[in-house]
C-alpha cells in the first residue's frame, strides 16, 4: 500500500470519528482496501510462469552443452536421453508412472508438500536470518519408508513422527510471518517490481527492436537470456544515466535510502474465504501421468497446463464441470472426492468451477 493512499485513512485514524460511527468506518476501510489492491495489482498473462519450469529448461541445456562438447557424457555417466526427461519431471512433480510414484514425492512434493526442496530453504533461510529451526530433516529421514496405499506407492513417515512433522510446518509458517511475508518485505517487493515495469518499458524507448525487455526474458526460448537477468540489474538500472530510467531510479533511491511507505491497515481473511475449492487433474487414468491444480476456470487446459486431455482427477472443495469446449455449458459435472476417465466419454478441454 503506497503512502500517496494514506491520506484516505486520516479520519479512520481518528479514534473520534470511529467512535462517532464505527459501520460507517469500517465500510469505507474495506472499500479503500479494496480500491488500493485493485490499483497496484499487476497484471499476468493467460498462463503463469513457473520458476520449476524455468529450471527444467536450464538443466536441460546445460545437458545440451555438455553433449555438444562430449556426445558420450551421458553414457559416460549411465545416463540416457529419458533420464533428462526424468528429472525435469522430478524437478516439476509431474508423476508419469504410478508403480515409480514415490519419486516424485523427494523434490517437489504435491501432495503433502513435506519434501527435500523445502528442507532445503528452511535450513538455509533459518540459519542467514537467526530464526531458530527444530524441525529434524536427518531423523525424519530414518523413519520413512515406501508404502502402497490404495495401490499406489508413497513415501510414508512413523507415526511417532507427527511431531516432527508437524515443527516442519510450524517452521514454514514461522517464515512466512517473520519474514518472506513481513510488512517491510512486502512494501519493497512491491516498490521494486513498480521498478522493473517502469525499467521493462523505457529501456526499449529508442532502442533497437532485438533489443529484449526484461520481462521478456522469463518467456524466451533462449535460456541464457533468462540468467542473465542476476541481482545486479538493481545496480544496473540505479546507476544508469539513461533520462528514460528516472521514474525506475527514484523507486529504487527510495529503497536504498529507506524512504519506505507505511503500513496503515490490514484485512484478515475469514473462514470463508481460507477455503478455496481446487481441483487436481490427471494425464491419465488411476491418478497418474502429467498433474495440475487449478482454484478457478480454466479456458483451455492445454494452453494452461501442457495437458492434451483429462483422464482422472481429484477434488478438494467446491463443484466443478469438465467441458469439451472453453465455452461449452454441458459436460461432466464432478461433485466427489476422486473420478476417473470411464465417467465421461469425451476429451476434457476445459474447466468450470460452479460452487465456490
Request: hydrophobic share 30%; proline share 3%; aromatic share 8%.
Amino acid at each position: 500500500m503506497m503512502s500517496e493512499d494514506r491520506k484516505r485513512y486520516d479520519e479512520i485514524e481518528n479514534e473520534k470519528i470511529f467512535e462517532k460511527n464505527p459501520e460507517e468506518t469500517r465500510k469505507k476501510f474495506e472499500r479503500d482496501l479494496k480500491y488500493t489492491a485493485e490499483k497496484y495489482s499487476i497484471k499476468t498473462k493467460e498462463r503463469k510462469w513457473k520458476h520449476e519450469d524455468m529450471s527444467v529448461k536450464i538443466f536441460k541445456d546445460i545437458v545440451e552443452t555438455l553433449v555438444k562438447e562430449d556426445p558420450e557424457v551421458l553414457k559416460d555417466h549411465g545416463l540416457e536421453a529419458l533420464h533428462v526427461d526424468f528429472i525435469g519431471g522430478l524437478i516439476e512433480g509431474n508423476k508419469d508412472s504410478v508403480k515409480k510414484s514415490f519419486l516424485f514425492e523427494i523434490v517437489a512434493n504435491k501432495l503433502n508438500n513435506i519434501d527435500v526442496d523445502r528442507w532445503d530453504y528452511f535450513a538455509r533461510d533459518c540459519h542467514h536470518l537467526g530464526i531458530s529451526n527444530s524441525f529434524d530433516h536427518l531423523r525424519l529421514l530414518k523413519f520413512a519408508r515406501v508404502c502402497d496405499v490404495k495401490g499406489e506407492n508413497h513415501i510414508c513417515f512413523r507415526d511417532k513422527e507427527a511431531d516432527n512433522i508437524y515443527d516442519m510446518f510450524r517452521t514454514r509458517y514461522t517464515l512466512h510471518r517473520q519474514a518472506y511475508q513481513h510488512k517491510t518485505c512486502n512494501i519493497i517487493e512491491k516498490m521494486f517490481t513498480e521498478a522493473l515495469l517502469k525499467a521493462d518499458r523505457d529501456l526499449c524507448e529508442g532502442h533497437p527492436e532485438d533489443l529484449l525487455k526484461i520481462s521478456k526474458t522469463i518467456i524466451s526460448e533462449d535460456v541464457n537470456d533468462y540468467i542473465k537477468l542476476t541481482d545486479e540489474i538493481f545496480e544496473k538500472i540505479l546507476h544508469s544515466k539513461s533520462p528514460e530510467l528516472k521514474d525506475a531510479q527514484d523507486i529504487l533511491n527510495n529503497i536504498a535510502t529507506r524512504k519506505l511507505p507505511k503500513l496503515v491497515g490490514e484485512a484478515r481473511l475469514t473462514e470463508e474465504n481460507k477455503l478455496r475449492p481446487k481441483i487436481q487433474i490427471f494425464e491419465e487414468e488411476n491418478f497418474g501421468g502429467k498433474t495440475a491444480e487449478a482454484t478457478e476456470n480454466c479456458p483451455s487446459v492445454q494452453n494452461e497446463f501442457g495437458m492434451k486431455d483429462v483422464l482422472s482427477c481429484k477434488l478438494e472443495g467446491g463443484k466443478w464441470m469438465l467441458c469439451e469446449g472453453p465455452d461449452s455449458k454441458d459436460g461432466f459435472t464432478a461433485t466427489q472426492p476422486e473420478y476417473n476417465r470411464p465417467e465421461w466419454n469425451f476429451t476434457v478441454k476445459s474447466l468450470k468451477c460452479l460452487k465456490k
